[in-house]
């Protein structure tokens, strides 16, 4: 075998260096479209190649179209970044190669995965017994929570969704704050349930549910009725107002779900849980953890106070609960067959700890701050928000052009990359904290980066 | 990072090259597993090298030889190296591949990677794609651009009015389809009671000439689907029958193909997939046949609109790309922020071309009919199905007894891994060849495993 340990070798030192080398490089993709595709594409060949080969071309190719989301000047999103044994158990998931289907398809990727979603519904504040699955990320996490929503509150209207379907169903309300994540949107359209039946509910300038509108929406509604709450909003990272709005839906006999793919960290931070405060009445709760935890993509959980009704909406076959040999972890997700994404998971949490995992999250959020107060500083530029979490917006002149023209002049840079966004009608830097990496430092150069971006677009522009 | 990385390649390349001397079964029990990995959430942090000789010491003997040339599970499929360098490039680089624009590298690799499976698979030109986690995914796809568009077809918005209140759809499939497309349906808000099954032969086949009838059995927004690769036999549907059926219909055709529509790479075994083509869309897992590690699926399509309608997303913060312009990942598959799943795939078709795809395929069908021939020269060795790809069924002695306890001295002696079925209404043992790394004398060394311990299976019966 030796030629795959030189492969292997081959794949190690050059992931080595590529990860020494971050700081220097361009956080930025240096290569246009066309000139990956003139890299990387081609016909299909009728001979293959050494291994060695293909994974050096491979590198080659690619690597002048990555995107920096590795360094500590990534701010784009809310992307996260991957600490070294989460990478390394991830290296070891693919040379295992287990099928994360079952106990029987893999012992161990069942055992981590259990072992890893205790540790973080502790970690996370959440009741005893919730259930949980481990799936691609929010977006997997949000539909399999809604999905479970879905079958619990037309099981409740004495409908089985299951075996009947949603045509003809009883009509279920969703609610949802205005400034709630896309993600949401797609994932009920999935299930089936149309843009139509979603209501808005009003939210503040920092793009939270207000919960007194929610109660008034909620009033008189006695049928099948689900709330998505949302803890981190992508733009400002506001939490909706968790504790109210769980009081209405008790009121009014409605499924809460919490999309907290980031934001819901906050709760393993004993400086920042104030935030997330009343989440742990909810009744399924989604989260990433290739964002936050900083484990490689993809990965996300999501959690649930009713088993049953999780279990009905997903699990492969009826006998789910009656599994004698444990959890199957196929039966809480929306795929069969599937990567054992419990090992980087697990990995993650034993290289940190829990007070690891605090530091990381109050490390971040201090970044955040940081970053308003040398940005908001300047004259001209203006913080948007209240950056309680990780995510800070900036405008530059009150200018819409100005501000998207920053935004470019920071991107084409290198120093470090953000993106822009609309927020309640007008343009804003977007700058997001999420990785282990990132030092007081990457903060400073980026900020002044950003700020030498400014003055040449207030040039330009003006 | 260097020490650690490196290490865990030592690793690596020492445990893929010791799988021949390993039991393929695992080792310890989840109860051991959960002591081993478990306890209290840490309080504190853990030096990174320590972390992964951990979880290694603790999680390997929970493993299962899925990467072994002897396992024969399920159809599990391993991984080429290459693959699995090129996916400790994904953790690596970290890419969160959802639009081409923030990650060009990840977005170009997967159009490059579209045309080439494409072009392998036999699949009509422009046909759009979705890299997604597995077939079962890879049906939620499919059959989300397929309500949507018999829906349209029958005058209703979906994205706006949802299926409550929406025309029923029918669902027409075989007997002997696969479990995944029911759990997609149920995702999907189509219940069991809208799925109408059509009986199938003894291989599993759809019974073709049944389903015009079938077809003329009720009105509104049909779906239909077929299977090419029935898990327990590897027989495919009659597509051609079935898309000759469909065709003037207003149905959607589905073609799961988990594993059976790899048969189209290859010109000696494409006959069995013929018709294919004619579909509206297509499953199908590179996890598997393709030999990339888990997990990856894919999701064809050709009513790209449609499928792209089914799935898209917009919002203002993404700076999305022209849809006319450039592909954003996402918009194809049911995940958003996701892994760069075209990095290893595409490794994988660049090792092998499609002369080394060919060759594994057929391969792997030639170690099956292999095994056929070994096992079923024993007396008392019955061979259930016709083994026309990659599967074949064995029951020992008539008997259901006999075949499980067979089943369970093959698991427990560790030369090989295989599982068990209920074949119509019959125990027998299940054999599954997808893996590149199976050689002749694999077969032969698991062939002779299994006639073993059928014998002490048979012994331990008579001596009741």
């Not at chain 1, 209207?157 to 709630?180: H, M, N």
């Not at chain 2, 069924?393 to 001295?409: C, E, H, K, N, P």
Request: hydrophobic share 45%.
């Amino acid at each position: 075998m030796s030629d795959v340990h030189d492969l292997f070798r081959l794949a190690a030192d050059y992931a080595a260096q590529f990860h020494d080398t971050l700081d220097e490089r361009p956080v930025g993709p240096r290569a246009s479209y066309d000139e990956l595709v003139e890299a990387l594409g081609g016909p299909l060949a009728d001979e293959g190649s050494v291994d060695a080969d293909v994974v050096s071309e491979l590198i080659a190719a690619a690597e002048p179209g990555l995107v920096g989301s590795q360094t500590g000047r990534y701010f784009g999103f809310v992307f996260g970044s991957a600490l070294p044994a989460s990478v390394a158990a991830d290296w070891v998931a693919s040379a295992w190669d287990q099928n994360g289907f079952s106990v029987v398809t893999s012992p161990a990727a069942a055992a981590a995965e259990e072992v890893a979603a205790g540790w973080l519904a502790e970690l996370l504040g959440l009741p005893d017994g919730v259930s949980s699955g481990f799936v691609t990320g929010a977006q997997g996490a949000n539909t399999t929570g809604l999905a479970a929503a879905r079958q619990h509150v037309l099981a409740a209207a004495g409908w089985d969704v299951a075996r009947d379907g949603l045509a003809g169903s009883p009509r279920i309300r969703v609610l949802a704050g205005g400034e709630r994540h896309v993600t949401i949107d797609r994932s009920l359209r999935l299930l089936g349930l149309g843009s139509s039946a979603l209501e808005l509910v009003r939210a503040d300038e920092q793009g939270r549910m207000r919960a007194d509108a929610l109660r008034d929406a909620l009033a008189g509604s006695g049928g099948p009725a689900i709330v998505c709450a949302q803890a981190g909003n992508v733009n400002t990272g506001a939490v909706d107002p968790l504790g109210e709005i769980a009081d209405a839906c008790e009121a009014a006999g409605a499924w809460l779900h919490v999309d907290g793919a980031f934001g819901l960290w906050a709760a393993a931070s004993p400086r920042l849980r104030h935030l997330t405060e009343g989440c742990e009445r909810a009744d399924s709760w989604a989260t990433d953890a290739h964002k936050w935890l900083n484990v490689p993509y993809d990965c996300g959980v999501i959690f649930c106070r009713h088993p049953q009704s999780h279990g009905e909406a997903m699990a492969v076959a009826a006998s789910y609960l009656q599994r004698a040999d444990g959890r199957s972890p196929s039966d809480w997700v929306p795929e069969s067959s599937r990567r054992a994404r419990g090992f980087a998971v697990w990995a993650a949490l034993r290289s940190l700890g829990r007070d690891g995992v605090a530091d990381l999250v109050d490390r971040c959020c201090g970044h955040a701050r940081a970053f308003a107060d040398l940005l908001g500083a300047e004259p001209g530029v203006e913080i948007l928000n209240d950056v309680v979490l990780n995510q800070v917006l900036v405008r530059f002149d009150d200018d819409d052009e100005t501000t998207r023209e920053v935004v470019g002049r920071v991107q084409a840079d290198g120093t470090c990359w953000l993106g822009g966004t609309d927020w309640q009608g007008r343009a804003a830097m977007r700058i997001s904290v999420s990785s282990f990496r990132t030092t007081s430092e990457d903060v400073e150069r980026s900020a002044e980066a950003i700020l030498t971006a400014a003055r040449s677009a207030a040039a330009a522009v003006g | 990072m260097k020490d650690l990385l490196g290490l865990t390649a030592d690793y690596a390349s020492q445990f893929l090259g010791s799988l021949d001397e390993r039991p393929v079964r695992p080792s310890a029990t989840v109860e051991e597993l959960r002591a081993a990995l478990g306890g209290p959430l840490p309080e504190h942090g853990l030096d990174e090298t320590q972390v992964v000789a951990e979880l290694i010491e603790a999680a390997e003997p929970g493993t299962i030889g899925i990467p072994s040339g002897r396992f024969f599970g399920f159809v599990i499929g391993g991984a080429l190296p290459a693959a699995v360098a090129a996916d400790w490039l994904t953790s690596t680089w970290d890419q969160n591949s959802a639009q081409i624009g923030p990650t060009p590298s990840a977005g170009v690799v997967e159009e490059v990677a579209l045309a080439w499976l494409q072009e392998l698979l036999q699949l009509p030109a422009g046909v759009s794609a979705g890299f997604v986690t597995g077939c079962q995914m890879a049906h939620v796809t499919a059959l989300a651009a397929a309500r949507h568009r018999i829906l349209e077809r029958a005058g209703w918005d979906l994205a706006r009015d949802g299926l409550q209140g929406a025309p029923r759809i029918r669902v027409i499939v075989g007997e002997e389809r696969h479990v995944t497309v029911d759990r997609a349906l149920r995702y999907l808000g189509i219940g069991s009671a809208q799925i109408e099954l059509v009986p199938a032969d003894g291989e599993g086949r759809m019974m073709v000439e049944l389903l015009p009838d079938a077809l003329a059995g009720g009105d509104g927004p049909t779906i239909v689907c077929a299977q090419v690769g029935n898990v327990n036999t590897g027989s495919c549907d009659d597509v051609t029958a079935i898309a000759d059926a469909v065709e003037g219909t207003d149905a959607w055709l589905h073609v799961d193909g988990a594993f059976g529509l790899w048969a189209a790479a290859s010109p000696r075994l494409r006959h069995l997939v013929a018709g294919s083509e004619r579909a509206d869309s297509w499953a199908t897992d590179a996890h598997k046949w393709l030999n990339v590690p888990y997990d990856s699926g894919l999701a064809f399509c050709a009513d790209p609109e449609a499928h792209r309608a089914a799935m898209s997303v917009q919002a203002s913060y993404l700076e999305q790309s022209d849809a006319d312009a450039a592909r954003d990942q996402m918009d194809w598959v049911p995940e958003f922020s996701r892994r760069a799943r075209g990095f290893p795939i595409y490794a994988a078709i660049r090792a092998l071309g499609s002369t080394g795809i060919i060759a594994m395929v057929e391969r792997c069908c030639g170690h099956a009919t292999h095994f056929a021939e070994l096992l079923g020269a024993e007396p008392g060795v019955e061979i259930l199905n016709e083994v026309v790809l990659n599967q074949v069924l064995v029951r020992f002695g008539d008997d259901d007894a006999l075949t499980q306890a067979t089943i369970t001295g093959v698991q427990q002696d560790g030369t090989c891994w295989l599982s068990g079925t209920v074949w119509r209404g019959k125990a027998a043992m299940r054999i599954s060849v997808s893996n590149w790394r199976t050689s002749d004398d694999d077969v032969e060394r698991s062939a002779g495993a299994i006639l073993e311990a059928a014998a002490r299976a048979a012994g331990a019966v008579r001596a009741q």
